[in-house]
């Protein structure tokens, strides 16, 4: 440790060629100088504080250096240089500095120097009466407060057992300087245990998603068994292949398909989601036609479109021909907005319209439905949050459709978003990116 040697304070203790301004002025730089380079190092701030106590101990050749942490009233020594003996810090602090402390005004520089002496301002000298006839006081005792993010914190003191021991103005001064410099010292060491416990949280947490992320799947694969022995025996029974059926028993057999293919969706829809929270979601990237996605999504939802008389308009610019996109991803995502763009439009039309401006691929579906309020809008892409309207009470929905499309979005590092006025119809508008930054992922297994 570089320190200032005995020989540079001695000297400081006697009469030199130079002024005595100027000398004390070069020695307060030198020592601060000093500090400061130990403080900006790399070493542990833990480290560090204990360095500067031993600096100071050494160049201010005191017996003692006790930085001391008071909170809720209760003092804890927190960081000490000179005596090992910490049963005799603990006496000297409760016996001979908080005899000193209850003397003086709080969070105050003084020092007792010496015996039946304090300087509460350390420029005056006063007597103080409570600690006169106290004949144990025979030592020279220096406090300074210490605040770390303009909060108090605790005393630097400084301790020797020569009662005619006096700090001089100038030394107090680069004291005080010193003292800022272990504040930061200590608001660094806060820094670090505040990130080593986020980092511990997030650890936790981690691993509770991933547990989650285990459990689900677990759970979806049995309850995806169950389900499709239930879809599979309500088909065989509307099929009649077992024996007729009166019109009652056909009613109940459909309910039983279609409540099994709703709980079904929403089995597939928590079961992804949940895999995109949990980061095990992955992209199977290739290079397709924009064209041939639209086409393989307008057949799959136009029978729905047929049913209720929905016109299904797709309009594809000249400049767009290919994307590299986890096709399936997409297509579910579309599938998903034309869907719910359908179920929520009486008559009209919906219409997927795909083009490219600047490095993104748009690909918007409108409708000419009953549009979305504006408060209804914010909470739209939450899990669970569905319109509540005529429309939503006749076509059943898992909830989760709209969230899990804006997480296969940006995990394509896109976006979904929506323009609507309610009784005029709504946009939804897919952004990806034509070049993805991530590199292509292993394929979903």
């Excluded at 003397?103 to 005056?124: A, M």
């Excluded at 993104?360 to 319109?387: A, H, M, N, R, S």
Aim: one cysteine or more; proline letters at 2%.
């Amino acid at each position: 440790m570089n320190t200032l040697t005995n020989q540079d304070s001695q000297i400081f203790q006697q009469e030199t060629k130079m002024p005595k301004s100027i000398y004390h002025q070069n020695w307060s730089k030198n020592l601060i100088r000093q500090i400061y380079c130990l403080l900006n190092s790399d070493i542990d701030p833990q480290v560090k504080i204990a360095q500067v106590l031993a600096i100071i101990g050494e160049t201010y050749q005191v017996d003692n250096v006790v930085l001391l942490k008071i909170q809720s009233s209760v003092s804890q020594i927190y960081g000490t240089w000179g005596s090992n003996d910490r049963s005799w810090l603990e006496s000297f602090i409760d016996q001979q500095w908080f005899t000193l402390a209850s003397s003086s005004k709080e969070h105050q520089v003084y020092q007792f120097c010496q015996e039946n002496v304090i300087v509460n301002d350390y420029r005056k000298v006063s007597y103080c009466e409570e600690i006169r006839s106290n004949e144990d006081l025979h030592c020279c005792i220096l406090s300074l407060p210490l605040y770390v993010s303009h909060n108090f914190f605790g005393y630097l003191i400084l301790q020797n057992d020569q009662s005619d021991r006096i700090f001089n103005c100038e030394e107090i001064d680069s004291l005080e300087t010193i003292i800022d410099q272990i504040a930061i010292a200590i608001q660094q060491i806060k820094y670090q245990e505040r990130i080593k416990k986020i980092e511990l949280e997030n650890k936790q947490l981690k691993s509770s998603k991933n547990n989650k992320s285990d459990y689900f799947s677990h759970v979806s694969h049995e309850l995806r068994t169950t389900l499709a022995g239930i879809l599979g025996l309500s088909k065989m029974l509307k099929q009649e292949l077992y024996g007729p059926l009166n019109e009652k028993q056909k009613e109940y057999v459909n309910g039983i398909r279609v409540s099994g293919e709703h709980l079904l969706a929403l089995v597939n829809d928590f079961l992804d989601l949940s895999k995109i929270e949990a980061d095990k979601e992955e992209l199977f990237l290739e290079n397709v036609t924009v064209e041939d996605i639209c086409l393989a999504t307008i057949s799959i939802i136009q029978p729905k479109a047929d049913e209720q008389n929905i016109d299904i308009i797709l309009k594809v610019s000249e400049q767009v021909d290919f994307c590299t996109v986890d096709q399936r991803k997409i297509k579910q995502i579309l599938i998903n907005l034309m869907s719910n763009a359908i179920k929520f439009t009486e008559e009209g039309s919906v219409t997927l319209q795909v083009e490219k401006v600047d490095n993104w691929l748009k690909f918007c579906v409108i409708d000419t439905g009953i549009g979305i309020k504006e408060e209804d809008q914010k909470k739209l892409f939450q899990p669970f949050q569905q319109i509540h309207s005529k429309l939503s009470r006749q076509h059943k929905g898992t909830g989760l459709g709209l969230a899990l499309s804006r997480k296969l979005a940006q995990l394509h590092e896109g976006e979904l978003t929506l323009t609507s006025e309610y009784g005029k119809g709504s946009c939804f508008t897919l952004e990806l990116p034509l070049k993805l930054s991530q590199p292509n992922p292993n394929p979903i297994c």
